[in-house]
């Protein structure tokens, strides 16, 4: 049996990369295709009439054509546009900085439903909540569950130890946390208080909307960023484009403070 030749899919927009005068090659993320590239002729003409449906960070009903090469985007219906996505730029940085990470842990075609509602929620709690960083940390922790990169944070991740309730490390080339012990032999390791690692444990076992009502504190919550963002780092072996611009971003707003 053939595939047919056109198909339809529900997506999220996360990647736009500009092609030529005015075409672009768009980044899809789907519930059943895993991510796919799509062909999208003349999107950047200020008449298409595709490009309100295909912006980025739009949840989407696609059309597509098969193509030799590449597939080509025929039609588009917008599902949510979370407008305040696209209209307030700390929460479009929070967007993207989510859609990266996502288009950099995975491989084209591998489905991953549970990734997709999970960035589709994200996307949504960020126009809803007012609690951000957690929320990102909450994404963070559960996308790595996805990708196969889930943090060991329940016992020594070297030698299987209970971890005491002190200051513990978090090992990234280890791939979890460490009791002060076990640190010493790794290359790399932060210091995780005990409160930290009570919240990522809780992030890591719960679903959003339990874990929402968790109240942190500015240093608390500067302390889970750093060990998340280490070990992203470290899994990605660079900075995430996203992640840097999140950083430019929060200096430009503390020195505007
Ligand atoms: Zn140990």
């Known amino acids: 049996m053939t595939r047919p030749r056109n198909y339809q899919t529900e997506a999220i927009i996360i990647k736009k990369t500009r092609l030529g005068e005015a075409d672009s090659i768009l980044t899809l993320y789907t519930p059943e295709l895993g991510k796919i590239q799509?062909?999208?002729?003349s999107l950047r003409k200020p008449k298409s009439k595709l490009a309100g449906h295909l912006e980025l960070l739009t949840h989407s009903q696609v059309s597509l054509a098969r193509g030799r090469n590449i597939d080509t985007i025929t039609g588009s219906q917008t599902i949510t546009s979370f407008l305040p996505l696209k209209t307030d730029l700390t929460l479009t940085s929070y967007a993207l900085y989510a859609t990266e990470l996502v288009n950099q842990f995975t491989a084209d075609h591998i489905e991953n439903r549970t990734l997709f509602h999970l960035l589709l929620e994200t996307m949504e709690k960020l126009c809803s909540s007012s609690n951000h960083d957690l929320l990102l940390r909450h994404f963070e922790l559960h996308l790595l569950d996805e990708v196969g990169y889930r943090p060991q944070l329940q016992q020594c991740v070297v030698c299987h130890q209970p971890l005491e309730p002190i200051i513990n490390a978090f090992c990234s080339s280890a791939g979890g946390v460490t009791c002060p012990g076990c640190s010493a032999s790794q290359l790399?390791?932060?210091?995780?208080?005990?409160?930290?690692?009570?919240?990522?444990?809780?992030?890591?076992?719960?679903?959003?909307?339990?874990?929402?009502?968790?109240?942190?504190?500015?240093?608390?919550?500067?302390?889970?960023?750093?060990?998340?963002?280490?070990?992203?780092?470290y899994l990605l072996e660079r900075e995430v484009k996203s992640a840097a611009w999140l950083d430019d971003l929060k200096k430009q707003a503390n020195s505007l403070e």
């Open 38 to 41: 799509g062909f999208a002729k």
């Open 188 to 233: 790399v390791s932060y210091p995780i208080s005990v409160n930290a690692l009570k919240v990522l444990r809780f992030l890591q076992g719960n679903s959003y909307d339990t874990v929402s009502k968790l109240k942190i504190d500015p240093p608390l919550s500067r302390e889970l960023e750093t060990v998340m963002r280490g070990y992203l780092k």
